[in-house]
């Protein structure tokens, strides 16, 4: 039916939000899974590496959220889109030319001050057509997954044969057709507001408080995963194949559930499917924890793909429902904040300690009552109804 409809409609709303994704995230994957690879060879030791790796989680707390409350309060969300895609597709083109801690310091810095608004505004602006226009989120997101996950596994092919200099000018290139479909994108409607609010604002909704708390608990099972899911492989016995299949098809998973996403949401409401999507994630976890062998932990993975997956569906059109009209972009940033930005920045020098002091099946347990948690808090916002529609006081 999907695929009817966007034969018939070439340029409608589900193929731009769709192609906006399917170009977008492969490019992220030409270069983001490798990026450290990189600095390994440069020289750089794992403490440099570390402090390099905090500075796009900083700038996703702190500078995105205002950037993309700036964007709603003065319907700039597609021209601070394309500013950011212009700013870090030439960042990307810097990359080779530096060598030094210092200036690639200073790179990643000015990349984060240009990456972080892009993620919340994109998802935002995309969610709100889908909501106008009565489509499934998941139909156009599910584009970035299964093209993340085939670029990241043929990516990792490629570079090992010319070198990983060369991926930073591809996904510079790759960027340009994600900047031209991002002009085709809806701006949508300014926020209602007397322009002087805050986005403290938003907390007078304690259903959108509990979302963001999930994501911060969400948040700090996911970057485990990601950070010591490759090394635990590695000590398990796993090779360079075994870790690409982790990720990629802990990706590619993604796909039938967002393509399903639509349909699950509708016969269970947004927080029971956000119920069901931790359920699955603690299923996951445990996996990790009690994982004796790659295959193992691949599988795992997998089903980590399938519950995050249906997470970020669920929560960009929870957060889209919930936001006050013309405050998706912010609401959305808030979620990038916690999940991308508070929960690594707190958590990413102890989950390293616990993994090198403890092991990976205590780090991967302690994640798993980590998402228990926030079982538990969904749960009692059920219950107090914390989730029914909310009125909001805008003056």
Excluded: C
């Excluded at 060598?99 to 995309?126: N, Q």
């Amino acid at each position: 039916m999907i695929a009817k409809r966007l034969a018939l409609r070439p340029s409608g709303p589900a193929t731009i939000g769709s192609a906006y994704y399917g170009f977008f995230w492969p490019m992220v994957a030409m270069y983001a899974p490798y990026f450290n690879v990189y600095l390994l060879e440069l020289g750089f030791s794992g403490t440099q590496i570390g402090v390099l790796a905090a500075v796009f989680p900083l700038f996703a707390l702190v500078v995105a959220p205002s950037l993309s409350a700036l964007a709603d309060r003065r319907g700039w969300r597609l021209r601070l889109l394309q500013i950011s895609l212009v700013g870090w597709a030439a960042v990307l083109l810097l990359y080779p030319l530096m060598t030094g801690f210092t200036a690639f310091l200073l790179l990643v810095i000015v990349e984060s001050a240009m990456r972080s608004p892009s993620l919340p505004i994109a998802d935002g602006i995309i969610a709100r057509m889908a909501a106008r226009h009565r489509l499934n989120f998941g139909d156009m997101r599910l584009w970035g997954s299964f093209g993340f996950a085939a670029v990241s596994i043929l990516s990792g092919m490629v570079w090992q044969q010319v070198g990983y200099r060369t991926m930073f000018l591809a996904a510079a290139i790759a960027m340009l057709p994600a900047l031209f479909i991002s002009r085709k994108l809806e701006e949508g409607e300014m926020a209602v507001t007397n322009g002087r609010r805050s986005i403290l604002f938003l907390a007078q909704d304690k259903g959108l408080v509990i979302l963001y708390v999930s994501a911060f608990l969400l948040g700090m099972a996911m970057f485990s995963t990601f950070i010591f899911g490759g090394v635990f492989i590695n000590q398990l016995g796993g090779s360079e194949t075994h870790i690409g299949l982790l990720f990629g098809l802990s990706a590619l998973t993604e796909v039938p559930v967002m393509r399903r996403s639509g349909a699950i949401i509708q016969r269970l409401q947004g927080p029971k499917t956000l119920l069901l999507a931790m359920f699955i994630l603690v299923i996951a976890l445990l996996g990790f924890a009690l994982a004796w062998s790659p295959i193992v932990l691949i599988i795992a993975g997998a089903i980590k793909g399938a519950g995050y997956g249906l997470v970020i569906v669920v929560m960009v059109q929870l957060l889209n429902e919930r936001a006050p009209e013309g405050w998706n972009s912010t609401a959305q940033s808030v979620f990038q904040a916690a999940f991308l930005g508070l929960a690594p920045l707190l958590t990413s020098a102890l989950s390293g300690y616990i993994y090198d002091v403890w092991g990976a099946d205590l780090l991967f347990g302690l994640m798993t009552a980590v998402i228990g948690l926030s079982i538990i808090l969904l749960l009692l916002a059920m219950r107090q109804n914390w989730f029914a529609p909310h009125s909001w006081e805008i003056n």
